[in-house]
């Protein structure tokens, strides 16, 4: 799987947009990139994901480079339920292939 | 999205003896399921991949006589910590894979003392 570079720690006041960069400059054609989070003492939760269409769900945006090179995960109204480390992970779809997580960015959103 | 269910979510034991960690998925059929381990601010590691019917594939530097993995049907998955030492107290979490993604238990935490 392709390596990811996240910053290792990120602010946002609540209420604000929370932009969270990842670089996965070695990516291959058949990979996606996956957004995970995980609250302090849980289990990772699973965000959002994408080929090279941006995507958006309930949770979040998802903005992926047109050369694929890198993304960025928006959470576009971050509360402080939000406070948690953000894993971006790039792996095929399809297959059994591992999930295999870096150090993640730690973002605390601030009252 | 898919539900992991994991058991317990924490569990203290005396060193020397063995403890069982379930994993279950309620809503899918995880055909692979994988085990993390995760120490106080460290990322997750992956100790092993296990898939249903078939022995487990363990990452390198983990033991396979110690973390016994057994993934019998589609929705469970169990590790064993045989003879638990103090440094294997650690969180654990399991993933279990399907409808093209992966989904996370909740964690165990186990101390070993």
Redesign the interface.
């Known amino acids: 799987d392709a390596k990811t570079t996240q910053p290792p720690s990120m602010d946002c006041a609540e209420g604000r947009a929370a932009n969270l960069p990842c670089n996965h400059s070695t990516i291959s054609g058949n990979e996606y990139v996956y957004w995970?989070r995980?609250i302090h003492?849980?289990?990772?939760?699973?965000i959002i994901?994408g080929l090279k269409n941006n995507e958006t769900n309930e949770m979040a945006s998802l903005i992926i480079t047109e050369d694929r090179k890198s993304s960025t995960l928006i959470l576009p109204h971050a509360t402080l339920r939000d406070t948690a480390?953000y894993?971006c992970i790039v792996r095929a779809?399809?297959g059994?292939q591992?999930?295999?997580?870096?150090?993640?960015t730690r973002l605390t959103i601030n009252p | 999205?898919a539900v992991?269910s994991?058991h317990p979510s924490w569990v203290i034991c005396k060193s020397g003896t063995s403890v069982k960690i379930e994993c279950r998925s309620l809503d899918f059929q995880a055909?692979?399921m994988?085990w993390?381990r995760q120490f106080p601010k460290q990322?997750?590691?992956?100790m092993a991949?296990s898939?249903e019917g078939s022995k487990a594939t363990y990452e390198q530097g983990v033991e396979k006589d110690k973390f016994l993995i057994n993934h019998a049907s589609l929705t469970l998955s169990t590790l064993t910590v045989t003879s638990a030492h103090p440094e294997d107290s650690s969180?654990y979490?399991c993933?279990g894979?399907g409808g093209?993604?992966?989904?996370?238990?909740?964690?165990t935490?186990l101390t070993v003392v």
């Open positions: 995970y995980q003492s849980q289990g990772p939760q699973y994901h480390v894993y779809f399809q059994a591992k999930l295999v997580f870096g150090q993640g | 999205g992991v994991q055909t692979t994988f993390y990322s997750l590691m992956l991949t898939n969180f979490i993933s894979r093209g993604g992966a989904f996370f238990g909740q964690g935490r």
